[in-house]
């Protein structure tokens, strides 16, 4: 009897329960939603849109601006094949002959439905001058909407496409990732547009409007304007970026140069062939991106920081210190070169690009004229792993912190790497292979500059464009690597050998500057060498692709360094020669442009002992 009351007192409460909360839905819930509705019904709230950021260069150039104009929008809840919608079609066609009216139907189409009241924009920029002829018949049809528009434009177009990169309309995955990016419909893609995307589009401002059953504005409730011209300054010298470039494409070379003060702002960055980035900002043609995609020598690949090469000889500074700080002075220990070493009992030849071999060489010597033997030993004698780690050390093989997307670390290998990577034991040859800068060892163009900045002063600094972000500036990045002064200033010594000695690899185009450069030249092979070869082929004999890349890093004054220059030309043969005369030819212009101030001419100094 007991558990029948007890059964029959929970359904009455359950009920009086279901009672209570529904009375709760209708009574306070269901209150603040029709509340809520007819509010919405008197106030409309409408997002303004932030006028982009400009990007200027070191002398207050613009790089990256946005045109003025005006966007079209029709009247939401029009049948395509109404006379309404036909006329409003011939009437744009009339002012706009290059319109495409399909597709214009097509983007009104998508957006058309009875939930959406906005104004659907179907042209979404017309220039200023275009406008105003149109302007008066437009804006007399009560179905269209015209606002003010702006749409960005690269006034120096190819010369700084792979440093600015450039915007384009968002897809669903930004749209999502940013809510800015939902109501603006345009975001950064590439280069600097990209990285500094959240800066440069500013913040939305809004407005909230009384209006009546008709949607017609009554009054402004509120407005917060948006916040703009989020501006970037950059250390880049667009003027020296166009004689690089200009320089490059009159020897039809594919190549990176890299010009760069010893604190880390970058003056110049190069990246042949390249592309027009204005032609991304509306979308562009199929046949276009065609001729870019087809290119074999990929102008829309940014090889600043998104192509890896073998660095070639120009990493042998660096084998020679981690040498000397995992194995004492064994660096400056001398060795004999005889144009090749052998491992163990085997037979194979680790040659030397010098058939004859160089003799006795000590580190200086081995640096001004790049003895592969001395480095061969070296690195044999302190192994792959230690390599590795100090090579890590000072910026090869690991990401520099550039401010640019998507920036690739290469690889400078160790025996935990090939067996992650290929399942297979690490072999003493690859070691070999590996102190001159072959095999595995791979680097981008942005690393081996800032490495250059290193071996120029000590310090290891982060690569950067911007130098203002909206007015603040840039915060540098540097840290101080200790090495043994001894055996870094022979270090040095040998760099200046390289461009200022009758032995040295790029004496030729080098030594015969208004200022004292510092340097060291690579060649990078892109095919091995069989061993029944006793003599190599001659660059110039070889196919294009089978030629090596030619590498050329340098820094200036010597006594004081400054700046950098890093230049690599695909398949370009040899540092010296195909990188060095137009290495020489920046230091000119520089010079000419008083980027060193007073200095005394070379013959007036005296050569380093």
């Known amino acids: 009897m007991k558990s029948k ?20 839905e209708i009574s306070i819930k269901a209150n603040y939603y029709y509340e809520r509705l007819a509010k919405e019904n008197i106030e409309k709230k409408s997002f303004l849109k932030p006028i982009r950021g400009e990007i200027l260069d070191r002398n207050n150039k613009l790089l990256a601006t946005n ?27 009339k002012e706009f002959p290059n319109i495409d009216t399909k597709m214009l139907t097509k983007v009104y189409k998508k957006k058309n439905s009875p939930y959406y009241h906005k104004y659907i924009q179907v042209i979404d920029f017309v220039s200023y001058d275009t406008m105003l002829k149109a302007y008066p018949s437009l804006n007399l049809n009560p179905y269209l909407k015209i606002e003010a528009a702006t749409k960005r434009f690269y006034p120096y177009g190819k010369y700084l496409a792979h440093i600015i990169g450039y915007i384009g309309k968002a897809n669903q995955k930004e749209v999502k990732k940013d809510p800015i990016v939902k109501e603006i419909g345009k975001v950064g893609k590439a280069g600097l547009e990209k990285y500094y995307n959240k800066v440069l589009q500013g913040e939305l401002g809004y407005k909230i409007e009384k209006v009546n059953a008709y949607n017609k504005v009554l009054d402004i409730l509120k407005y917060v304007p948006p916040k703009s011209n989020r501006n970037l300054k950059l250390s880049i010298d667009v003027d020296l970026q166009k004689f690089i470039q200009d320089s490059l494409e009159e020897n039809n070379y594919s190549a990176v140069a890299i010009v760069m003060k010893t604190n880390g702002e970058i003056l110049a960055a190069v990246s042949t062939p390249s592309y027009d980035p204005n032609l991304f900002v509306d979308g562009i043609s199929k046949k276009e991106w065609q001729k870019i995609r087809n290119n074999l020598n990929h102008p829309f690949t940014n090889k600043l920081v998104n192509a890896v090469y073998p660095p070639g000889s120009t990493i042998k500074m660096g084998v020679a210190l981690a ?4 194995a004492g002075n064994f660096i400056l220990k001398h060795e004999f070169c005889k144009g090749y070493i052998t491992i163990g009992h085997s037979k194979h030849k680790f040659r030397c690009w010098s058939h004859w071999g160089h003799g006795d060489v000590d580190l200086r010597k081995s640096i001004r004229e790049s003895c592969d033997v001395f480095y061969y030993n070296k690195a044999l004698h302190i192994g792959i792993d230690k390599l590795s780690k100090d090579l890590n050390e000072i910026g090869l093989g690991v990401k520099t912190g550039v401010d640019l997307p998507h920036e690739y670390k290469g690889v400078i290998p160790n025996k935990e790497w090939k067996q992650k990577r290929y399942k297979q034991p690490w072999y003493k040859g690859e070691t070999v292979i590996a102190a001159i800068g072959q095999g595995y060892d791979s680097v981008t163009p942005m690393q081996l500059a800032r490495y250059t900045v290193f071996l120029a002063t000590g310090y290891l600094v982060t690569p950067h464009f911007a130098t203002l972000i ?46 004292i450069v510092a340097g060291k030249t690579g060649t990078a092979q892109v095919t091995s060498i069989p061993q029944d070869v006793r003599k190599r082929a001659k660059e110039s004999e070889l196919s294009y692709f089978h030629r090596s890349h030619a590498w050329l890093t340098t820094y200036a004054p010597f006594k004081n360094p400054k700046y950098v220059v890093t230049m690599v030309v695909e398949h370009g043969g040899h540092g010296g020669s195909t990188a060095g005369p137009i290495v020489a ?15 005394p001419l070379p013959k007036l100094l005296k050569e380093i002992k």
């Open 5 to 24: 009351y007890y059964v029959l007192l929970f359904l009455m409460i359950a009920i009086w329960a279901i009672l209570i909360y529904r009375l709760y």
């Open 67 to 93: 045109e003025i104009g005006f966007s079209i929008a029709i009247k939401p809840h029009l049948k395509v094949n109404s006379p309404i919608f036909q006329d409003i079609l011939k009437l744009l066609k």
């Open 323 to 326: 040498t000397s700080k995992e």
């Open 470 to 515: 909206n007015g603040k500036p840039y915060e540098e990045k540097a840290k101080k690597l200790h090495f043994n002064r001894e055996i870094f200033q022979i270090i040095r010594n040998g760099m200046y050998d390289v461009c200022n000695n009758k032995r040295g690899t790029a004496y030729r185009a080098m030594h015969n500057l208004p200022i």
């Open 585 to 599: 030819k920046i230091y000119r212009w520089m010079y000419k442009r008083g980027y060193f101030g007073e200095q």
